[in-house]
């Protein structure tokens, strides 16, 4: 029933890569055919990244040979895979911000009329593609105002106006939110039927079984095994993954909250938030859900000081009023950001550095840092998460993306945290690791820290949460406990479809 | 639960690979090649003499180029250093000779007004959140205008205690400045303060990502007015430096102390985009200065070439640093 019979589109066979210090990957095999989605799944770090940009030009390999129907070829750059029908959609996307969807659909391929540039064919071709994708905004939309899935969608437009034939895509779901994904698996689905192979890299296993074909599994940058999926269950692709059985991915929370953390009262921040009350006590996991765009992350930015704000805030009873990060700090809270690139890491510089860089005080005596008690704080997280690097010393801009997450978890793990904000904590983190993550969060709560957690995946809120917010425009329109919460109740509050205002009053 | 950290391999450890281990590997080895080829064109070079004659050639670029660094570190540039040292230097000797100040309490207060400038630089680019080049730019013209106004004649007959830094001391005949011992504290201290204190980290952390820094709790506006102002006593110091080794306060000094500065820094593998660098690295990048100028000098090259092959240097150093940080 599964597509691994179609014509051999691309092969890589015994691909291996080192980096200083770093052996990536070592006699990798690939296999791609026209109209399949190829799903590559591995813990982090275990080489899928890399395997895919020596595909897209943006690495070349040190071992090994590719194919194309058969036919070795080189694939020295950017330019190459181009010529051999490949696109990639990293997950940090390449559109230019200033520019119109039409503009950057044909961007660096701009056709000419004379000597100008022929924007009636741009427009109308730009049309067509996006029409094709089911798509409805307008071609003259400049990128910036478009929402990440809108812009992903742009990144695939994109890819369709050159003569694609591989489409490469590097963790596409992990920035969506639940109500985007039907587009995105959508998308895909048509893509392939219209022969274009796919490669699809994920952490979300539900995924794996509703769209892939054939799977391959890396592991420590060795190649494990590929199987179609109709011979696979969920737990062995796990247990080939990360080399054990995985009974549950979220622990069993017994929640006995305690005394008042936080207490949010009329919280409003221009447009963004308006009137949002709750509180959290110790022990407790409250999870916000909602989808982009909802106003959970401006609330947390504000709760901790990172942006200006109006209404009331105490902690512990006693009043609070954040200034700036540095206050929100000082007072125990804590704020793990959904952007780990952009807002969380300090990406050029090394891994002790990015996990002691909120607690020097504690590691400091006499205003000097104890650089041997550091060099202990930073091992011991480096096992307790599994961190993959090859040491403290390592810059973290060349560590994959999930064990750059851990890094972010590990430095507010590291100072002792009584309020602990996670807004998208799991993003891009592999499913062994998850659960470990999980149980950290729930080990947490015992130790009475209280835990505000968003996100956008609902098995994740639902499998976590003692309490549900879900916001809309700004604002909290429903508390769920978690007996009442279903994905089906969750969703319909967060977009306020017909049926969510129905159950409201059921 | 084993920890899976990557194998570490010891093959293909080409030559940037070596550079990316270590920043200041590079420069390092650029210095001793200079060297031994400054040494097997003259006799004279590898002299103890011309040795400390080098080291004093650099000695006011070195100090300039500390703070100079770290302000690159947190990814500004500082133009105005070059001026501010000038005018230290001008005030320190003219209240001296001219006002009669006590020579200890002149030099106080010429480092006072350095300072000032420093601080006057922090509050511009965390105020009203100017770029460092203009506002570095406004306060070197600044700088520059207030010396022309205090004096446009060189000030001489300084007294002795504001010379002292220019007397020696000899290790095995060789006569060595208290300067340049001062100098070589100097950078002890800055590689102490960026490696093992909270304010060194801030100063890294900035510059690599200053939102990122903020959201992780550190006062960014407070670590560039700090930096700024810190570079200033830098400057300052630099102005002493200059006095005891010329004897006069001149007020045409310091006109290309800024972008000497930066070739020293550069030099040195300081990356001008900040968050990434070594303090080491600066003082060999001051050195390769010095030996070159010194080297080409004994050789017989004139003046303009020796600019000349700085300027190619500096790009040299630059792409190096650009090409072995590329593709990530
Ligand atoms: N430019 C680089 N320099 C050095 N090491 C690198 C570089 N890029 C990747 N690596 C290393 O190669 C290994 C594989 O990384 P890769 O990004 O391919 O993992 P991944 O499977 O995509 O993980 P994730 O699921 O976390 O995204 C990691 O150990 C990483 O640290
Ligand atoms: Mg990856």
New interface residues.
């Given amino acids: 029933m599964s597509q691994s019979t179609g014509k051999v589109l691309f092969e890589m066979k015994g691909i291996g890569k080192?980096f200083?210090?770093?052996?990536?990957l070592e006699g990798v095999n690939l296999t791609v055919r026209e109209g399949q989605v190829h799903a590559l799944l591995g813990?982090n770090?275990a080489g899928k990244s890399t395997l895919i940009k020596i595909l897209s030009g943006?690495?070349t390999k040190?071992e090994g040979q590719i194919f194309l129907e058969g036919k070795p070829v080189e694939i020295r750059n950017p330019q190459d895979a181009e010529a051999f029908g490949i696109s990639t959609i990293y997950q940090e996307f390449n559109l230019a911000r200033n520019l119109t969807v039409a503009e950057n659909i044909f961007l660096g391929h701009l056709p000419r009329k004379g000597l100008s540039i022929d924007w009636a064919h741009v427009k109308q071709r730009s049309r067509e593609i996006l029409d094709m994708l089911g798509v409805t905004f307008s071609v003259d939309t400049p990128t910036s105002s478009l929402s990440v899935a809108e812009q992903q969608l742009v990144e695939i437009a994109k890819s369709l106006n050159r003569k694609t034939r591989l489409l490469i895509m590097d963790e596409p779901s992990a920035v969506l939110s639940e109500k985007d994904l039907e587009k995105l698996y959508e998308v895909v689905r048509s893509l392939q039927a219209r022969g274009i192979g796919i490669i699809y890299i994920t952490h979300r296993m539900k995924e794996i079984f509703l769209l892939a074909d054939e799977v391959t599994v890396l592991k420590?940058?060795r190649y494990v095994d590929t199987r179609s999926i109709a011979n696979v269950t969920m737990d062995e692709l796990v247990k080939l993954m990360i080399g054990r059985e995985l009974k549950d991915v979220y622990p069993k929370r017994d929640p006995a909250p305690g005394d008042m953390l936080l207490e949010v009262k009329n919280v409003s921040r221009s447009k963004l938030v308006h009137d949002v009350s709750f509180n959290l006590r110790a022990g407790e996991i409250v999870g916000f859900a909602g989808i982009t765009g909802s106003g959970r992350t401006e609330l947390v930015r504000s709760i901790?000081g990172?942006d200006p704000y109006s209404g009331e805030m105490r902690i512990a009873g006693k009043p609070y009023k954040p200034h700036?990060?540095?206050d929100?700090?000082k007072h125990g809270i804590a704020?793990v950001?959904e952007d780990r690139k952009?807002?969380?890491?300090?990406?050029?510089?090394n891994v002790t550095?990015n996990t002691t860089?909120?607690g020097?005080?504690q590691l400091?005596r006499y205003?000097?840092?104890q650089?041997a008690k550091e060099l202990v704080l930073v091992k011991k997280f480096?096992?307790e998460l599994?961190i993959?690097?090859?040491?403290p010393e390592f810059i973290v801009?060349?560590m994959s993306g999930g064990n750059q997450q851990k890094v972010v978890l590990a430095?507010w793990l590291s100072i002792g945290t009584r309020i602990f904000i996670m807004d998208e904590p799991t993003r891009g983190i592999d499913i062994g690791s998850k659960s470990e993550i999980y149980q950290i969060m729930d080990d947490l709560t015992k130790q009475g820290v209280g835990i505000i957690m968003i996100s956008s995946e609902l098995p994740e809120v639902l499998g976590m949460s003692d309490r549900i917010m879900v916001m809309r425009e700004g604002t909290i329109v429903k508390e769920l406990s978690r007996a009442e919460a279903s994905e089906e109740t969750v969703m319909n509050y967060a977009v306020g479809s017909q049926s969510g205002a129905n159950l409201a009053h059921a | 639960m084993s920890a899976v950290v990557s194998k570490v391999t010891k093959r293909r450890s080409g030559v940037l690979d070596i550079l990316r281990g270590s920043p200041i590997m590079g420069p390092f080895l650029a210095l001793i090649a200079a060297s031994i080829f400054f040494a097997t064109q003259s006799d004279k070079f590898l002299t103890g003499a011309n040795l400390s004659l080098i080291i004093q050639q650099v000695i006011v670029v070195g100090a300039l180029a500390i703070g100079q660094t770290l302000v690159i570190l947190t990814g500004g540039i500082d133009l105005s250093n070059g001026m501010i040292m000038a005018l230290s230097s001008v005030l320190m000797t003219g209240f001296a000779v001219t006002s009669g100040l006590n020579p200890i309490l002149a030099i106080l207060a010429g480092l006072l007004v350095g300072i000032i400038f420093g601080v006057l630089n922090g509050a511009l680019i965390t105020s009203i959140g100017l770029p460092p080049f203009i506002v570095t730019l406004g306060t070197f013209n600044i700088a520059y205008a207030l010396v022309r106004i205090y004096t446009t004649s060189t000030i001489t007959n300084l007294p002795p205690a504001q010379l002292f830094l220019g007397n020696t001391f000899s290790i095995g005949g060789t006569e060595i400045t208290y300067g340049s011992v001062l100098l070589l504290i100097l950078y002890a201290i800055t590689w102490y303060v960026l490696r093992s204190t909270p304010a060194g980290r801030a100063v890294y952390a900035v510059g690599d990502n200053p939102e990122a820094a903020r959201l992780a709790g550190i006062n960014t506006k407070r670590v560039l007015t700090g930096v700024y102002t810190v570079a200033a006593i830098t400057y300052g110091i630099a102005g002493l430096l200059l006095v005891s080794r010329t004897g006069v306060g001149d007020p045409q000094a310091g006109q290309t102390g800024n972008l000497d500065s930066i070739t020293a820094v550069v030099l040195g593998g300081t990356s001008l985009l900040g968050g990434r660098g070594q303090i080491l690295g600066t003082l060999i990048g001051a050195l390769i200065v010095g030996v070159f100028r010194n080297g080409l000098q004994l050789m017989g090259v004139g003046s303009i070439y020796q600019v000349l092959i700085t300027g190619i240097l500096v790009i040299v150093a630059v792409s190096i640093d650009y090409l072995s940080h590329r593709g990530k």
């Fill in positions: 080192t200083p210090g770093v052996k990536a813990e770090g943006a690495y040190d420590d940058g901790f990172a700036s990060p540095a929100a700090i704020l950001t952009a807002q969380g890491l300090l990406l050029k510089l550095i860089i909120s020097l005080k400091s205003g000097v840092i650089l480096i096992q599994r993959k690097t090859p040491g801009v060349n430095r």
